[in-house]
């Protein structure tokens, strides 16, 4: 097994080139556990810790550009106003130590559908996009995009993942994690909820209860339309208990889980759709809040 160890992005790129095989580490949270077990056993390892680019983040007020290595320490610490949905889901990642090497980056690289950072990006917005870096140049996936099937995303062979754009958020966003214990745990399932009442849009994510991470769009399309219909964004009035049901049954039917040793399939749907009738509540009453206030 060869060992790279570029200095630069631009060598970092070039040596991606070369060998198209070599699997990229940083953190080595999930690619650690993976070689040890020998359930991976690449022909080269690609050490991006000496590229400092990746572990910054900058913002222009409307987006977060977010290094693929800034850990989610530091997404807690310094990114829970802009980010919140993003920040609460990286409060959930294994232990303090896991969190201070573990980055979204990593998360979308092994594009495994129990990552807990893909249900806050999908539900972040569809302006959300992976950039994509060769020695090509750089292209953006839309996050929709990128997850392709279990544990495989739409990255080219010699492509690295540089930073994620992530709309800053204008409303309130949930994160949501059930699993076999409270703390150092896959999820057995996740949810993400985000309301967006600049264009009157909201937005969910699914983690662990389908072959990728995924959004559930028909949830998605009736909760726009009763907001709209309603004047319920201006108003700020209740939703009402059939509304949250109704949210909750199909964000449920967008699933597609599996029976495994974390949960069974039923327990997963279940869950969401509680999960889902919560992050509901908890947004919209603390976008009451906002409104109530700047009235």
Known sequence: MEFLRPATWDEALAAKAEHPTAL???GGTDVMVEMNFDVHRPSAILDLNRITELTEWSSDGETVRLGAAVPYTRIIEELSGPLPGLALAAHTVGSPQIRNRGSVGGNLGAASPA????PALLAAGREVAV???????VRLIPIDEFYVGVKRNSLEPDELIGAVRIPVADGPQQFSKIGTRNAMVIAVCAFGFALHPKDGTVGT????AAPTPRRAVEAEEYLRGVLAERGLWESGELLGPEVVQRFGELVKAAASPIDDVRGTADYRRHALAVMARRTLTWCWN???KQIRSAA
């Open 131 to 137: 950039e994509a870096h060769s020695v090509r140049g």
């Open 286 to 288: 603390d976008y009451r």
């Open 115 to 118: 990552g807990d950072s893909h």
């Open 24 to 26: 990229p580490i940083s």
């Open 205 to 208: 994510g699914i983690g662990s």
